[in-house]
């Protein structure tokens, strides 16, 4: 397999961290670049052997480059293309809590859709040298741009048609809509996936399961959501990392078959 340097924003976050790690252990051969603004829900130590802000392991380098690590600044983003030569692009970098979206939706704009874009303005500018050969930007999305389903519904597609119901959703939506505009107006290599909930180990305590669990622990009431009749779908965030993992390899660009 040819050699990739691999840029994945969020590497910080709960699933970014799971996929640095996946990638480091299976890939050796490849180049990892983190790119992480390090908010509230950045933890570094969860990634394997901590890290450093430069880590030699014998086999491969993990970069992390904290001082250019906001997508939101597109000089910053611009500067680790060109250092790092980037081949391959793995989004997940993005404001994620459906209630802090309702408290402050400008942030979620100027990170989910402006982040976006200037990650996908520089894929532009350093890969049409070739033609978008041996490059891909993979973007990680949500099930609910979709919007929500009764209990009698059939299960979200691909076909189904858009139909968020909060700020997160739709800036999220927004997102994906920009990065297909990209393949079809530039001709950008882009696959996006769009996963339900995840959970697993390292998960920022905020979410519902790790909540829940805090919670007993400490003793403290279980929040319950609205009436408490929601059904949510739930992904191990080790399964969503493989998912990943082979879309990048075998996923189809835009809309080819």
């Excluded at 790690?21 to 299976?26: A, G, I, Q, V």
């Excluded at 800036?171 to 393949?183: E, I, L, P, T, W």
Aim: aromatic share 10%; glycine share 8%; net charge negative.
């Amino acid at each position: 397999m040819k050699k990739r340097n691999i840029l994945i924003t969020g590497g910080g976050g709960f699933i970014g961290s799971h996929v640095v790690n996946h990638f480091s252990e299976k890939y050796p051969q490849d180049k990892i670049i983190i790119m992480d603004s390090q908010t509230y829900a950045c933890d570094l130590s969860n990634i394997g052997y901590g890290c450093n802000p430069k880590r030699e392991n014998g086999k491969n380098t993990l970069l992390l480059n904290p001082e250019f690590g906001d997508i939101r600044d597109s000089k910053s983003v611009e500067l680790i293309f060109e250092r790092h030569k980037i081949t391959h692009v793995i989004h997940l970098a993005a404001e994620s809590h459906v209630d802090n979206s309702i408290s402050n939706p400008n942030i979620f704009v100027e990170t989910n859709v402006n982040g976006t874009v200037n990650l996908l303005n520089a894929c532009l500018k350093y890969w049409k040298k070739d033609n978008y050969e041996n490059h891909r930007f993979h973007h990680v999305s949500t099930d609910e741009v979709y919007g929500s389903l009764e209990l009698d519904s059939d299960t979200f597609t691909e076909n189904t048609p858009y139909a968020p119901h909060s700020p997160y959703s739709a800036s999220k939506a927004s997102s994906d809509h920009f990065v297909r505009a990209y393949h079809d107006t530039y001709g950008l290599p882009v696959t996006i996936s769009n996963c339900s909930n995840n959970y697993g180990p390292h998960q920022h305590t905020e979410k519902l399961i790790p909540k829940i669990i805090s919670n007993l622990r400490d003793g403290k009431d279980i929040p319950v959501y609205g009436t408490g009749e929601n059904i949510r779908d739930w992904l191990y965030v080790g399964d969503h990392v493989k998912a990943i993992d082979f879309i990048l390899e075998n996923g189809f660009a835009g809309y080819e078959k």
